[in-house]
């Protein structure tokens, strides 16, 4: 039912682009609308999965996401004083699952030249202030008053979704008593790792970038004081160095490098009661945010675009591919969300016995099996939404 069927994405992060080219695929006629005056993204890394790479190559991006990402080698968590490996998991064992870390302005870029190489029309400087939402069609106002209408309506616009709310009752947030900063600094290092650095009540992941010339910073802390939620606000780099100081050397020298950063507050948000209603539905952040502790909220969105487009082109309505999308979606999603705030705890371990406890256990497993530690991720890794 996608055939010429007239479609307008709300939001031209990885989600929205992804959608947009998943749908042009299948016939529709596509235009983003974005209220960036660019697509330019800050600059952080992304770790795209296996799950998230199946829908990129289901998409004709396979070859574009090898070429621009690094192949991850393996997961390393760390005892945060010493740097000692507590757990290690190869994600090179098995050839067939490919694990990608990639600068988000390069996965951008990608998504917007293939997006733009399909017919689809990207509109910039569309800031949209209200959303009303008919059986049949959507009402779109912007900032300038104009009045943009919609037959079918795609909600890919974040946390701060303005589709969300016309169709579900206020979720106020709420916040976990973490932070955490976003920081990339020059390396030379080889090293093809994911590292996780793990301590009293913070802990610190980082990745090498584009060929191993940069490296990905993201550090959580637990305290009271809150933080604005988003990825915009800046913040004093010697307030990240003094929060880690504590830990090993060689995440200390990592630290000195960085010249700046932003710090945003980590608030758990209720999956939304409703993703569809009417011509709109709403996938990503907007339809079901998750904490960063699993690496999942891009590739998760990823999943949502295949799904969506998929369950458009295969039922008679909107309205029936809407309801299909958000009934093969919702459990998955849920089920990551709960993973990602466990791993917050796992790694936040403050009471020292617990802690000598846990990471024994993990070295343990690490070493005597690590093929049955693999397995533990194979519902998140092996999961392929282009397969069903």
């Known amino acids: 039912m996608l055939i010429g069927k007239k479609v307008c994405v709300l939001g031209a992060g990885i989600g929205g682009l992804a959608t947009a080219l998943a749908l042009?695929?299948?016939?529709?006629?596509?235009?983003?609308?974005?209220?960036?005056?660019?697509?330019?993204?800050?600059?952080?890394?992304?770790?795209?999965?296996?799950?998230?790479?199946?829908?990129?190559?289901?998409?004709?991006?396979?070859?574009?996401?090898?070429?621009?990402?690094?192949?991850?080698?393996?997961?390393?968590?760390?005892?945060?004083?010493?740097g000692k490996p507590v757990f290690q998991l190869d994600l090179m064992q098995d050839a067939g699952l490919s694990y990608f870390f990639l600068h988000r302005a390069d996965l951008i870029g990608i998504l917007a030249d293939a997006t733009r190489a399909a017919g689809v029309k990207i509109r910039l400087l569309h800031h949209?202030?209200?959303?009303?939402?008919?059986?049949?069609?959507?009402?779109?106002?912007?900032?300038?008053?104009?009045?943009?209408e919609a037959e079918v309506l795609i909600g890919a616009d974040g946390?701060?979704?303005?589709?969300?709310?016309?169709?579900?009752?206020?979720?106020?947030?709420?916040?976990?008593?973490?932070?955490?900063?976003?920081?990339?600094?020059?390396?030379?290092?080889?090293?093809?790792?994911?590292?996780?650095?793990?301590?009293?009540?913070?802990?610190?992941?980082?990745?090498?970038?584009?060929?191993?010339?940069?490296?990905?910073?993201?550090?959580?802390?637990?305290?009271?004081?809150?933080?604005?939620?988003?990825?915009?606000?800046?913040?004093?780099?010697?307030?990240?160095?003094?929060?880690?100081?504590?830990?090993?050397p060689d995440v200390r020298v990592m630290l000195d490098d960085v010249q700046e950063t932003h710090l945003w507050g980590l608030f758990r948000h209720p999956v939304a009661q409703r993703w569809h209603q009417g011509c709109a539905a709403i996938l990503g952040d907007a339809a079901h945010p998750t904490l960063p502790f699993l690496a999942q909220g891009a590739n998760m969105a990823l999943e949502d675009a295949w799904v969506l487009a998929d369950s458009l082109a295969m039922?008679?309505?909107?309205?029936?591919?809407f309801a299909l999308y958000q009934s093969r979606r919702h459990a998955r999603v849920t089920k990551v969300i709960d993973a990602a705030s466990r791993n917050a705890r796992n790694y936040h371990l403050a009471f020292p016995p617990l802690r000598f406890a846990a990471h024994s256990a993990l070295r343990i497993a690490s070493t005597l099996a690590p093929q049955l530690a693999a397995r533990k991720f194979d519902w998140l890794y092996r999961f392929d939404a282009t397969a069903a």
């Open 128 to 148: 949209i202030t209200g959303v009303d939402i008919e059986p049949d069609v959507a009402y779109l106002t912007t900032a300038q008053g104009a009045i943009h």
């Open 315 to 321: 039922t008679d309505s909107t309205t029936q591919g």
């Open 159 to 248: 946390l701060h979704s303005k589709v969300r709310p016309a169709m579900n009752p206020a979720a106020p947030p709420v916040f976990t008593r973490q932070v955490a900063w976003r920081a990339v600094v020059p390396a030379a290092d080889p090293s093809t790792a994911v590292t996780v650095h793990m301590g009293p009540g913070r802990h610190i992941v980082s990745y090498p970038l584009r060929g191993g010339t940069l490296r990905n910073i993201v550090a959580v802390q637990e305290r009271r004081t809150w933080a604005d939620e988003g990825w915009n606000h800046r913040d004093d780099p010697a307030n990240l160095r003094e929060a880690f100081a504590d830990f090993a």
């Open 24 to 82: 042009a695929l299948r016939g529709a006629d596509v235009t983003v609308l974005e209220q960036a005056e660019a697509l330019s993204e800050v600059g952080a890394g992304l770790q795209i999965s296996p799950n998230g790479f199946a829908v990129l190559r289901g998409l004709g991006l396979g070859d574009a996401i090898t070429a621009a990402g690094l192949r991850g080698s393996r997961v390393v968590l760390r005892d945060y004083r010493q």
